[in-house]
């Protein structure tokens, strides 16, 4: 099935699109990537039903998880995402159960340094072991984000979904750090002052194998 999501109005007039990816795609072309429309407002990966396309802008690559995990194919989209014209970014898959500081070591060793025309990191937070308490995994989360700053001179990106932000993470997290917020079905997310939106987990984009994370960017990055 080669339709995807509708686009929102709003991710059509935003600062431009940006794809999440991990091992899970099995191809990427990186310089065909492109958000096509069809005459329904869906995405579509067919060049020959599309009524407007854009350029993919951004790339954010999954390439740690916990203490140890490194994605198995992190190294060669990094690398080959830095040969595109598209900027790259990397991010991280937090497991509250394991200790913070590790997994910022995990994150920087995985990825090493990074260039000017790399994307800031990414903490991707979307859960919570059972009996951690909320205060608990907002300090966590916060030795992960203050290590990754202090190492890059960068301030990360925090993502999470709409529903995590509002009840979790505290607003000493949401309102110092850059929001990448997830929220599926809006014509705009309920977030307030968010740098990024993933309005979709079932995109279709040329250039991409199967069902991929879609998000419109809301500032330079």
């Not at 200790?99 to 910022?104: G, I, R, T, V």
């Not at 990825?111 to 025309?117: I, P, Q």
Request: proline residues 4%; negative net charge; aromatic residues 12%.
């Amino acid at each position: 099935m080669d339709t995807g999501c509708a686009l929102p109005e709003l991710a059509r007039h935003s600062a431009g699109f940006a794809i999440d990816i991990s091992h899970y795609q099995d191809k990427v072309i990186w310089d065909s990537l492109m958000v096509l429309q069809d005459a329904k407002g869906h995405t579509t990966r067919d060049l020959t039903r599309s009524r407007h396309a854009w350029p993919v802008k951004y790339a954010f690559i999954k390439a740690s998880e916990g203490e140890s995990m490194v994605d198995p194919d992190f190294a060669q989209y990094w690398e080959d995402a830095g040969r595109s014209r598209i900027r790259r970014g990397a991010y991280h898959f937090f497991r509250s159960s394991k200790d913070p500081l590790k997994q910022a070591e995990n994150f920087i060793s995985a990825v090493g340094e990074l260039t000017w025309r790399d994307l800031p990191p990414v903490l991707d937070v979307e859960t919570m072991h059972k009996g951690c308490t909320k205060e608990e995994l907002n300090a966590k989360v916060l030795i992960w984000l203050k290590t990754i700053e202090e190492h890059y001179k960068r301030k990360p990106i925090i993502y999470a979904s709409d529903s995590y932000f509002r009840d979790i993470l505290s607003r000493e997290i949401s309102e110092n750090y850059p929001v990448w917020v997830a929220h599926y079905g809006v014509e705009r997310p309920l977030a307030e002052d968010w740098a990024m939106w993933q309005f979709s987990e079932k995109a279709v984009v040329h250039g991409v194998d199967g069902k991929i994370d879609l998000s419109v960017v809301n500032t330079q990055l």
